[in-house]
């Protein structure tokens, strides 16, 4: 069965996730949480992961709170086949079905390549790279097998960066992760299309971030007038003038997960202020 056309359905519809089940790794902070909080606006279950089960615990207890949704907190390292192997059965177990999976979680060390061990590289390319593999392929297994209402399918969200498009001195790891998530996603693409399982990457800016404001911290010297002015240059640097938030990146993903994009997959939408046009 091919996937669905959804022309006739009302906006409203299209832009909806209700009663959903999205997983979310990195789910604890940042562009993760974001994307969290605008699914379960959506009307979506969602399934947090990550490795700090403190912000994740707290963010799952607002989430519920906000937008009444159910919620479910799994301690995650992507690092680790058996822990995404149990997330995926978690989220199936507990919410009864998995429609969405995204493919978050990552790390953004900056080293000089001279300076970069094979350990720093191995560990960059085992979050950002090695865990998207495993979880996409983990949610693609169940998302393959209709559930009770006979339907199959679901969308795997992977988030990719603009530096998964162009070379950065000093993010040489971080660079070539996400260049491998770009072709990962096409791939998946090619491979899951047939079982109507869309697989879409996004590729965000400079976004500020918890991630993002300790390196900065480290590279100023937990100088505040040297970030300010180090946020000052970013913004300055791309056409749109501003620093993306998180929830610039979230509504992209809103987009991705939902019927809207129905006809999408394989691509990497850059959400990227029109850094990468010149
Ligand atoms: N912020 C940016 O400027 C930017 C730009 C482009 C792409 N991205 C990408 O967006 C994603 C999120 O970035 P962010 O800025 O929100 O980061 P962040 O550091 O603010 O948050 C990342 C979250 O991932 C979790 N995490 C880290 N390692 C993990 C692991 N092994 N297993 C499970 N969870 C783990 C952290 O605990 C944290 O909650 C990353 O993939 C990053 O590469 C970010």
Known sequence: MPIADVSDQPLARL????????????????????????????GAHIVLADIDKLEMDRAAAAITKDFNVRTESVLTDVTDE????????????????????????GIFPGRSTLDLT????????????????????????RMSVPGKDGVKGGVIINMASVAGFRGRPGLAAYS????????????????????????????????????????????????????KSMEQQMAKSVPLG????????????????SDMSMLMTGATIPVDAGAMLP
């Open 118 to 141: 094979v350990d720093e590289w191995d560990n960059v390319q085992a979050i950002n790279l090695r865990g998207t593999f495993i979880g996409s392929r983990e949610a693609a297994r």
């Open 15 to 42: 832009t909806s996730l209700k009663d959903r089940v999205a997983v979310v790794t990195g789910a604890a902070k940042g562009i993760g949480l974001a994307v969290c909080r605008r699914f379960a606006e959506a």
């Open 242 to 257: 501003r620093l993306g938030v998180a929830d610039d990146v979230a509504r992209v993903a809103v987009f991705c997960a």
């Open 176 to 227: 070539s992760s996400k260049h491998g998530v770009i072709g990962l996603t096409k791939s998946l693409a090619l491979e899951f299309g047939p079982a109507n399982i869309r697989v879409l990457g996004i590729a965000p800016t400079g976004v500020l971030t918890p991630g993002v404001t300790s390196r900065m911290m480290v590279a100023a010297g937990e100088e505040m007038d040297r970030i």
């Open 82 to 105: 058996k822990a995404l192997t149990a997330l995926a059965d978690t989220a199936v177990r507990v919410m009864g079905r998995l429609d969405i999976w995204v493919n978050n979680a």
